[in-house]
């Protein structure tokens, strides 16, 4: 079904009044954006998640390179010169790739503390991040709002320890405390078995307990692992813990635990993959979400509507006449439109 001219007339709301909230749309007008050459962003210290060159990184270059640059970074002045990024590391390699010369950003003056957790918050919509990604970045968070805790002068009430402060982090995400601390535990894995884990040989149970082995102890498991051509159950991993804590994790002692046969009908259950924190896209748009841009037959596509009914009239629904069904479908043609703008520009508010 092909969308007419007079189709394009129709009035609806911007897509940002119907999707944005309140809060953003008023803090929009108290930014100033400037444009900024590429050559004058450096990425931020220590940033913890990827910015790869796959193919959703070129379709946003191909948006880019089209519409421009819809959501402008967030930078903060370097003392050195030019500016960190804060948000919108993929937003400047798209940039790039699309032979672009500046970028939109957002100025900020944002002490350390402060950067870390609008770094790591505005990753909080991208579809796949590895389980190093979320242990680096939640473990960044979490000595940020400690350090921001034992600073009276920036918040009233003073964060009292690890555990509140994990689970201040895992509500704003969906997790438990305790889960961010098994996240953050992955950091002291080297960085071959930490690997392993985000190329799912290695699932996330085990990859926990392997952790509080010794650095020397996990160089001569990742040995055994080459050797044997297979990863510890969560079983095998527990074990291995606990011959550490009592001092007897020998590379014999690994090389029995991995020689063992496995029961993996029971294990399974357990050798989950790393928990997912919950998505923060508004209640209305949670059901499309979990299926993004999924084209179904006859070229439909699964679009949220309830964000769109109080700006469709009534009596088109309750007058299905030839004519009001005609004016419907090139309505839902022109939200179809204004949903995939959107989707695009959530997208490009990756990291």
Not at 13 to 30: M, P, V
Not at 289 to 301: P, Q, R, T
Not at 326 to 349: G, H, N, P, S
Request: aromatic fraction near 6%; charge should be neutral; charged fraction near 30%.
């Amino acid at each position: 079904m092909q969308s007419s001219d007079s189709g394009r007339n129709i009035s609806l709301t911007s897509y940002d009044d119907i999707f944005s909230t309140d809060k953003t749309r008023a803090d929009s007008f108290k930014e100033k954006i400037v444009e900024i050459p590429l050559s004058e962003l450096h990425p931020f210290k220590n940033h913890p998640f990827r910015v790869i060159d796959d193919d959703h990184m070129r379709e946003t270059a191909e948006s880019i390179r089209d519409y421009g640059v819809l959501v402008p970074a967030i930078v903060r002045p370097r003392s050195e010169g030019g500016y960190e990024i804060i948000s919108g590391h993929r937003r400047k390699r798209a940039s790039e790739l699309a032979g672009k010369e500046t970028m939109p950003v957002i100025i900020r003056d944002l002490d350390d503390d402060a950067a870390v957790i609008i770094m790591v918050d505005s990753n909080l919509q991208r579809e796949s991040i590895f389980p190093s990604e979320w242990a680096f970045a939640l473990k960044m968070k979490n000595e940020a709002m400690k350090h921001q805790g034992e600073r009276r002068d920036l918040t009233s009430r003073q964060l009292v320890g690890k555990f509140e402060s994990t689970e201040i982090i895992g509500q704003s995400i969906g997790f438990s405390g305790r889960q961010v601390q098994r996240f953050i535990c992955l950091t002291n894995l080297i960085p071959p078995l930490l690997e392993l884990v985000d190329s799912k040989k290695i699932a996330f149970n085990p990859a926990v307990e392997l952790s509080h082995l010794t650095k020397d102890e996990q160089e001569r498991l990742r040995d055994v692992i080459a050797m044997q051509q297979s990863t510890p159950s969560l079983s095998q991993a527990q074990r291995m813990k606990k011959y550490s804590q009592e001092g007897k994790l020998t590379t014999d002692v690994m090389k029995t635990i991995m020689s063992e046969v496995k029961k993996p009908e029971k294990e399974s259950r357990q050798e989950q993959d790393a928990p997912r924190p919950l998505s923060p896209v508004p209640a209305t748009l949670q059901d499309a979400s979990k299926e993004e841009n999924v084209l179904f037959a006859d070229g439909f596509i699964k679009l949220p509507i309830e964000p769109f009914l109080k700006y469709l009239p009534k009596s088109l629904f309750q007058n299905p006449t030839p004519e009001n069904q005609d004016k419907l479908t090139r309505m839902f043609l022109r939200m179809a439109e204004l949903y995939k703008r959107w989707k695009t520009k959530k997208r490009e508010q990756q990291i």
